[in-house]
């Protein structure tokens, strides 16, 4: 997977047209302050200098650009300057797109499709379809982006325009690219430069270089990756294009981070950093952010590392969000029915219209008289129907309030069994319990049991959730209780072999195969000598100790039926002070959210702890909780999450 999303590898086709047919406009103030001070009319004269303005800031500052070339589209409007109305749109679409905001970008690129195919202007199109195809790629819509470069491309290939082809050969060697088919896109990414070679494009010859950088950069060819960036960025000083300077500078500081050169790495990421910051560039600030935070954790300045990181997450979370995916998504959706639908009018004939017509008028008055009979007989249909929906809705409703008192009495016998805050504190002074039931009740449950000068303590995760996952939780638990008030065990080892015999009693009592159990940490603390003895059923607990964080793993298998069980094994740890102790479930790591839809994972999971383990424990909580938030966003929680921490 690359380490940072190339936003600069796509070619806006607008701006390339802008760049090669225009002499290039170096802004001035001069015309701000005309703006401001002349008497122009609300007539086209100021839209022109809107646009003006737009064009001079749309390489230098995106949000400037943004500002002017919405002034001119509102005028346009009102004025109905229709190539004023066009030119803004153009320039809307170009600064969205720089900005991150994709959603706006898209649904002007159909608004300007839609007007260009009412005056069949086959060329816009056609840079529309270029352009749709590349937002497309942003959001990973990638066989819709593949979709509509197609169209541009065949369209260019018939006209043996090699600029248009080039565009269409680079944006679909990306989108290979993204799919780690590095051979194809290395294939297009080739004849890309050579078409641009051929015409002198010097812009697209250092886009596509850096591009082919990338992908060697993927491939570990390290030498061939910095070859072409740094051809690429010579091109980019040459012809004065900072967006692609930055860009740039970013691959070959991803790329120095990859070979060990660290500090060399930085001086590129930041100056990449502030040169789009002055542009506006979001999404390219996020990425760098990105790979800045891989440096300073590879460094193991954690401090600097996690601020990036929550720069980076922030900033992604804006561009990539779920709504934008959707909205994208949907405009697709719809623009390829209206498409669709036009197509079906278009081979409709006359002749067959005149027909249809003659057999409608028949028809309507024998429809008109199957009405009148519907229409008495619906009415006392409709009356039955409707008195039978409302009984049915009371019943429904009654079972439905039914149910849920019963799971919330559930829940009020299962939180009965969870041991107080109040005895968690009392057993350790500094601790948290961080608990998030999926539903109402859960299957993970934590606890614990004092004996004399020692602490018994466990987090355990039973098979399901809800309301079947409480049910196992209620077995299990009562087989720890048992295994130490019954049987008078106290070692972590033989409480989970006792508790596994007795949940295999209790399930085998029925008729059914039932195979349920749970993985648990259990942990014995000795109050006077700090030692700790640990047995596992595939959940590992984790210590950290001066900023190290150590992994004590569990035997490989649940507590409850399973084939070729072995007694647990305890594992002793002499605990010092200030070592903080973590107990957990899978719930956490599991959950999916973030920018892409993907699983937390553990090593996500390690790192905020070594990040906030130095912080008090409810401090600790309340930061566990809003990275969980976060990265959940509206994405449906999966699992329970349960996680105890507690400082010695």
């Not at 790329?255 to 001086?267: H, M, R, Y």
């Not at 219209?353 to 009979?373: M, R």
């Not at 504190?425 to 500094?430: G, Q, V």
């Amino acid at each position: 997977m690359k380490t940072r999303l190339i936003k600069y590898c796509f070619i806006n086709f607008y701006l390339l047209l802008l760049f090669i047919n225009l002499p290039q406009q170096s802004f001035s103030n001069e015309k701000i302050v005309k703006l401001e001070s002349s008497s122009l009319n609300q007539d086209t004269s100021k839209v022109n200098l809107y646009i003006e303005i737009a064009q001079d800031y749309i390489d230098t500052n995106f949000v400037m650009a943004l500002k002017y070339a919405q002034k001119a589209n509102n005028l346009s409007q009102k004025i109905n300057y229709q190539s004023g109305y066009i030119t803004s749109l153009r320039l809307l679409s170009d600064a969205n797109d720089y900005l991150g905001r994709y959603s706006e970008a898209q649904e002007i690129n159909f608004k300007m499709l839609d007007h260009y195919k009412k005056i069949n202007d086959e060329e816009e199109i056609h840079s529309t379809n270029i352009n749709i195809g590349i937002i497309n790629y942003y959001q990973e819509n990638y066989d819709q982006s593949i979709d509509y470069t197609f169209r541009a491309l065949s369209y260019y290939q018939n006209k043996d325009d090699l600029t248009g082809i080039s565009i269409c050969y680079n944006n679909l060697a990306n989108v290979y690219s993204d799919r780690l088919d590095y051979k194809t896109a290395l294939k297009y990414y080739f004849k890309a430069l050579a078409l641009d070679e051929e015409t002198n494009n010097k812009d697209g010859i250092a886009l596509i270089k850096g591009n082919i950088g990338e992908v060697y950069i993927e491939l570990q060819e390290f030498d061939k990756a910095l070859k072409f960036l740094e051809e690429a960025l010579a091109i980019a000083e040459e012809i004065n294009d900072q967006w692609q300077q930055a860009n740039l500078m970013s691959g070959l500081g991803n790329l120095l981070f990859k070979k060990g050169q660290q500090e060399d790495a930085l001086n590129y990421l930041f100056k990449a950093l502030e040169i789009n910051q002055k542009l506006g560039a979001v999404a390219e600030q996020s990425e760098i952010y990105q790979i800045i935070y891989q440096v300073y954790e590879t460094r193991k300045q954690f401090d600097k590392a996690f601020y990036y990181l929550n720069l980076y997450t922030s900033l992604n979370d804006s561009v990539y969000n779920k709504e934008t995916v959707d909205k994208i998504a949907e405009m697709n959706a719809i623009y390829e029915i209206e498409e669709k639908e036009e197509e079906l009018r278009n081979q409709e004939e006359l002749a067959e219209y005149q027909k249809n017509q003659k057999i409608a008028l028949i028809l309507s008055l024998v429809l008109l008289l199957g009405i009148v009979f519907i229409s008495i007989r619906g009415n006392l249909t409709k009356k039955k129907i409707n008195e039978t929906l409302a009984q049915q809705k009371i019943l429904i409703e009654t079972k439905n309030r039914d149910i849920t008192d019963s799971i919330q009495y559930a829940k009020q016998i299962q939180s009965a069994i969870l041991p107080s805050d109040e005895t968690i504190k009392k057993l350790f002074a500094s601790n948290f319990v961080f608990y998030k039931p999926k539903d109402i009740v859960a299957g993970d449950f934590y606890w614990a049991l004092e004996l004399p000068n020692q602490i018994l303590f466990a987090v355990a995760d039973c098979t399901g959730h809800g309301v079947p996952g409480a049910m196992v939780s209620v077995v299990c638990n009562s087989a720890l209780n048992r295994a130490v008030k019954e049987f008078n065990l106290n070692s972590p080892a033989k409480i989970l072999d006792k508790a596994t015999e007795i949940v295999i009693e209790t399930f085998e009592k029925s008729n059914s195969n039932i195979k349920d159990g749970m993985d648990i940490a259990l942990c014995s603390f000795d109050k006077e000598t700090n030692e700790l003895e640990y047995a596992g059923a595939n959940n590992s607990i984790y210590l950290i100790r001066n900023g190290e964080l150590i992994e004590t793993k569990a035997d490989k298998q649940p507590v409850g039926k399973f084939v070729n069980s072995k007694p647990f094994t305890n594992k002793q740890i002499k605990l010092e002070k200030n070592d903080s102790l973590y107990l957990f479930t899978d719930g956490y790591s599991d959950q999916f959210g973030g920018p892409k839809g993907k699983k937390y994972k553990y090593k996500a999971f390690k790192q905020l702890l070594i990040n906030i383990h130095k912080k008090a424990m409810n401090e600790q909580k309340q930061i566990i909780y809003k990275s969980f938030i976060d990265w959940q966003g509206n994405l449906e929680q999966i699992d329970d999450v349960c996680i105890v921490g507690i400082r010695i």
